[in-house]
């Protein structure tokens, strides 16, 4: 079992940034392959970003690339979303997953939401002026 804990959404303006975390107590979480997923009211889930257990891969979804980072302090056990030049459409509430078994190091797999055993509770971020 592992708890996720996401933090770090607040409001912020067009144009500003936030990193959002997600740290769990359970040393198993450094051998799992995370995910940034958001749901925007009336919306379904989507994938945002996906990062490998050593974080030498990371996977994004289109309309973030060039804005989002992804990270991992396996030390700290705590993964990062480093959201820059935020945008209106980026609100929503964020989850991060993580997955205990193998990921298959594909973007099809990372953005799976039914791959994911383990989800936090969300931290909403408004991109509001």
């Known amino acids: 079992q592992v708890h996720l804990v996401d933090s770090g959404g607040r409001l912020v303006q067009p144009g500003g940034s936030l990193r959002l975390s997600c740290t769990a107590s359970?040393?198993?979480?450094?051998?799992?392959?995370v995910g940034w997923f958001r749901q925007a009211p009336g919306k379904e889930r989507e994938f945002v970003a996906g990062?490998?257990?050593?974080?030498?891969?990371?996977f994004y979804t289109d309309s973030v690339k060039g804005r989002f980072s992804m990270s991992r302090d396996n030390a700290k056990n705590t993964v990062y979303l480093q959201m820059n030049n935020l945008e209106p459409e980026d609100t929503a509430v964020y989850y991060c997953?993580?997955?205990?078994?193998?990921?298959?190091?594909?973007?099809?797999?990372?953005?799976?939401?039914?791959?994911?055993?383990?989800w936090g509770q969300g931290t909403q971020v408004t991109v509001s002026s």
């Open positions: 997953a993580a997955d205990q078994d193998p990921m298959p190091n594909r973007y099809s797999s990372y953005s799976s939401r039914g791959r994911y055993d383990y």
């Open positions: 359970e040393r198993t979480f450094r051998d799992c392959a």
């Open positions: 990062i490998s257990w050593l974080g030498g891969t990371t």
